[in-house]
């Protein structure tokens, strides 16, 4: 086994883990993604076809990394929702992970939204409302991201096919 087998393999385990962490936010994501296309590029012996394989990866998680804040701060700034209320969400959420394994992070956001939406608008069904269009937004933006990532993982392995035929 050679060292570009071996930067192959690396890659792709972390471009497993960068789709994941689109999704599981404790995870790195769309970063993680295309550094590993880079290191590719760089040590992973395919030469201009690395290259191209970057190119065309990066420009998907670039565009997914983009689609994702673009149409979740649409949403948000849509329903009115101010960012101190997603900030208590996702400090809620870091707290909710070590208190509740796997889904602490997504109850403990879905619950901090709720209580700041509460306290900002001081009724309970319109906090519901609000919060639900919060929790619709960032999941429409992960989404989509993850779409994107998946896109940009399928353009690797693709090269890498192209590769090793070659």
């Given amino acids: 086994m050679n060292a570009e087998v071996i930067v192959t393999i690396l890659c ?5 883990v960068g789709v994941a962490g689109t999704i ?6 769309s970063i993680l993604i295309g550094v590993s296309l880079l290191a590719w590029a760089i040590w992973g012996g ?7 394989v970057f190119g065309i990866g990066l420009v998907f998680v670039v565009a997914g ?8 701060g ?10 101190r ?7 809620v959420g870091v707290v909710g992970m070590f208190v509740i394994p796997v ?10 939204l709720l209580l700041s939406e509460v306290a900002r608008t001081r009724d309970f069904r319109s906090a519901v409302r609000s919060s639900l269009a919060a929790l619709k937004a960032t999941g429409i933006g992960i989404l989509v991201e993850f779409a994107l990532a998946c896109a940009a993982a399928s353009t690797w392995v693709i090269g890498v096919w192209i ?4």
């Fill in 12 to 16: 792709g385990l972390a471009i497993a």
């Fill in 85 to 91: 209320s997603v900030l208590v969400g996702v400090i």
């Fill in 24 to 29: 599981i936010p404790v995870l790195p994501g």
């Fill in 65 to 72: 990394m983009a689609a994702s804040a673009v149409l979740t």
């Fill in 163 to 166: 590769n090793a035929v070659t």
């Fill in 74 to 83: 649409r949403k948000l700034k849509q329903h009115g929702i101010p960012n």
């Fill in 103 to 112: 889904v602490g992070l997504f109850v403990g956001f879905a619950l901090g």
């Fill in 46 to 52: 395919a030469g201009t076809l690395g290259w191209v």
